[in-house]
RNA sequence: GGAGAGGUGGCCGAGCUGGUUUAAGGCGUACGCCUGCUAAGCGUAUGUAGGGGAAACUCUACCGAGGGUUCGAAUCCCUCCUUCUCCGCCA
């Protein structure tokens, strides 16, 4: 949600921004619904005052025993008049309301205007591997392990299965990145797979996502799209102390999301599933210290690849490939040996106040005084299908044999994948 | 799923036989006083949102959410959400 006092203030601002993002607001009509809104508001307020006069003086006359019909009229016409406006300005609410809901967040000014061809890419880390033999596609290399039919079975087409070394590798890393976390600092949360609306409201999936998500419309409740909406909304409607910043949270979760549209589209093997599981890393940070935040938080995830060996790159995403909520995103891309490109494995988003207006989420500064918004941030750390892709096209051998980095070797109880 | 009890300001907690409650009191917090420092003590201030004003200030709304009754609702009625306790079912 976008501050009012800005929409009145710089709505040429707002307006370009969601230009910049792809979205269609019509800001015109806010403006001309807000001041509607303003204006009934004073004529409200004067009438309820005027109610509240008349009825102090009926409780006035009526404790002195006097007669107090006059009164009791004045005030039941006032009240009359009040019920009619009042459900005006209750309509008038929801429609700002509905409106604001769909204004992205504005990009940072050090974002790039445009499409996904002006993404900047920020850093290359690692030698991408060179193999004297053609490398295979992980979905050949886990032919035994990775059982896509029989996915499609369970769940459907699109879901997928692992046995044996797959699931154990894939066990295993989960619980690596959340020990990396944690070594840091972060605390570990378990949290719920599954979101109500206000939750997905509050980080931003709804109303946009809507048809990208799994619902459960008995319960009205949505699988989570990301480990992000449970772990932000840990914190909606709370008030910190600003000592209590920033919070740092990590956790596992499964990731559902419909995809819907996408057939056909890069999604061969592992690289877009309709469930994945992911590590993600939450924030919620003062405002004067989100940037470093952000920064320390790529160079975080950065840092596990390191470990692992995997050649990867950043990117700073332009402002039409941002999501709705960000105001500046880094992507993690790393390389597929065996598909020859590059895969999005970590966004690591800064959401600014955004999030934290939607959510209610404020501290309290140290001094005293009114409650500010949170930045909120996050980023995965990291997306499983995409690094087990990488890491097993990348370490393979000849013989169709994997080489595991030596961080995950004593963990998965080898070197080698036979 | 059944029965019962709750949801009040950052937290705890009174009010709930409708009108001096503009929500008591406590804790916490801020500032001041006091003590050689610390602790304790004393005093003052301190909810959120929106509107008006240059400003001290002032007006309006908000007691889980929404509706209703009433001149007037934290207080009465209805619906929903949610927490707890007991029972049932179940991993």
Redesign the pocket.
Same mark, same amino acid.
């Given at each position: 949600m976008l501050d009012?006092?800005l929409l009145r203030k710089e709505p040429r601002r707002v307006a370009e921004a969601a230009r910049a993002k792809n979205e269609k607001i019509d800001i015109e009509q806010w403006l001309e619904t807000d001041s509607a809104r303003?204006t009934l508001?004073?004529e409200? @307020? @004067?009438l309820?005052?005027q109610?509240?006069l008349?009825?102090?003086a009926?409780?006035a006359k009526?404790?002195s025993g006097e007669n107090a019909n006059a @009164?009791?009229t004045q005030?039941?016409e006032? &009240?009359s008049r009040l019920?009619i406006l009042e459900s005006n300005l209750?309509e008038m609410d929801n429609r700002l309301y509905e409106m604001e809901k769909n204004f992205p967040n504005i990009p940072d000014s050090d974002v790039p205007l445009g499409g996904e061809e002006k993404n900047i890419v920020l850093q290359t880390w690692g030698e991408i591997p060179e193999f004297d033999f053609q490398p295979r596609p992980h979905w050949e290399l886990m032919e035994n392990v990775f059982q896509p039919e029989a996915a499609g079975r369970i769940a459907g087409s699109n879901f997928i299965l692992f046995r044996g070394w797959a699931a154990k590798l894939q066990r295993t890393l989960i619980s690596w990145m959340l020990d990396y976390h944690t070594e840091t600092g972060m605390e570990e949360i378990w949290a719920p797979f599954v979101a109500k609306p206000e939750s997905m409201t509050a980080t931003a999936q709804l109303p946009k996502m809507d048809d990208d998500m799994y619902r459960i419309g008995r319960d009205n409740l949505y699988l989570i799209p990301t480990g992000e909406v449970p772990i932000t909304n840990l914190y909606r409607d709370q008030?910190l102390e600003e000592a209590d910043l920033p919070v740092r949270l990590c956790g596992y979760t499964p990731c559902f999301r419909r995809e819907a549209g996408s057939y056909g589209k890069d999604n061969r093997g592992l690289n877009r599933v309709h469930q994945f599981e992911k590590v993600e890393m939450v924030r919620l940070e003062h405002p004067d210290r989100s940037d470093e935040a952000h920064e320390e938080l790529l160079n975080h995830a950065a840092g596990m690849l390191k470990l692992l060996g995997i050649p990867y790159r950043v990117l700073l995403l332009a402002s039409g490939d941002l999501s709705f909520a960000a105001a500046k995103c880094f992507d993690i891309e790393i390389w597929s040996a065996g598909q020859n490109k590059w895969l999005e494995v970590s966004s690591i988003a800064n959401f600014r106040d955004f999030q934290a207006r939607r959510g209610n989420m404020k501290y309290?500064p140290a &001094? &005293? &005084?009114?409650?500010l918004f949170v930045h909120t941030l996050n980023g995965s750390g990291l997306a499983l299908p995409r690094l087990i892709i990488s890491l097993i096209e990348n370490g393979q051998q000849a013989d169709g044999s994997i080489k595991l980095p030596s961080a995950l070797s004593e963990r998965m109880g080898t070197e080698v994948i036979r």
């Open positions: 009012r006092k303003r508001m004073l409200i @307020e @004067e309820r005052k109610r509240n008349f009825s102090k009926v409780s009526k404790r @009164e009791v005030s039941r006032a &009240g019920s209750n008030l309290r &001094g &005293g &005084g009114k409650p």
